[in-house]
């Protein structure tokens, strides 16, 4: 079965400390990974597209990664704005797009 | 500015009745899409669309219909049939149809049952 899996479920940071969200994943055939960010009562904020294992893409604070079997959105030294859930979903297709239940990022002033 | 849009914000329905959640983007995107989203689980997809006039059934969409008569919009009801419709709704838009584009989303409606 296809599915995604984060963890940790929640995160607690005090400012300026890093750390690494996980994704993992078991979708036969995946064409792409993709992180999104999500603010309370807002939607998704898109962030990265990954391909191809071995491939970064950074943005700010952010750095994602990919492997074979899991992705990883690593935060450098995070300020409270940063604070939000992280979602990351697989994709096989146009359609296909299976999501993860995300990560609670706090970040502590 | 480009973007897309969804209204209302916040909608409440009673028991029996028909909802019309509404979607417009002005990204000039091909497809689109709805998902449902509750506490604790992924986002679920309930309809998509590739090309105007044409949209197929996602993971959930038992319970919802809806339409794509303009590129640009793409509005989800939710009958009566929905036994559990409080949720969050996203729609979103990408400018592939074929591939594996980037999904890009709204605002997201509330729906809550009275």
């Known amino acids: 079965e296809d599915q995604v899996t984060q963890s940790p479920e929640a995160l607690r940071l005090q400012e300026g400390e890093s750390s690494s969200l996980n994704c993992s994943y078991t979708?036969?055939?995946?064409?792409?990974l993709f992180w999104y960010r999500q603010d309370p009562g807002k939607g998704p904020e898109f962030l990265f597209t990954l391909y191809s294992a071995g491939e970064e893409k950074e943005k700010e604070r952010l750095k994602a990664t990919l492997t074979k079997k899991e992705s990883f959105l690593h935060i450098t030294a995070p300020k409270p704005e940063d604070s939000a859930t992280y979602l990351c979903a697989g994709g096989t297709g146009a359609n296909n797009l299976f999501f993860g239940t995300g990560t609670r990022l706090t970040v502590i002033p | 500015d480009g973007g897309i849009t969804q209204s209302p914000k916040y909608l409440f329905r009673k028991e029996g009745q028909n909802v019309t959640l509404s979607c417009e983007q002005n990204?000039?995107?091909?497809?689109m899409y709805w998902y449902r989203q509750d506490p604790g689980q992924g986002l679920r997809l309930i309809y998509y669309?590739?090309?105007?006039?044409?949209?197929q059934k996602g993971d959930i969409a038992e319970g919802y219909s809806v339409s794509r008569e303009k590129k640009e919009s793409f509005p989800l009801t939710v009958t009566s049939a929905q036994k559990n419709p409080t949720a969050f709704y996203l729609c979103?838009?990408?400018?592939?149809?074929?591939?594996?584009?980037?999904?890009?989303f709204g605002p997201g409606t509330r729906l809550t049952v009275l």
């Open positions: 979103a838009s990408s400018i592939r149809t074929g591939g594996l584009g980037t999904q890009y």
């Open positions: 669309s590739q090309i105007v006039n044409d949209f």
């Open positions: 979708v036969s055939g995946l064409r792409g």
């Open positions: 990204l000039n995107h091909d497809a």
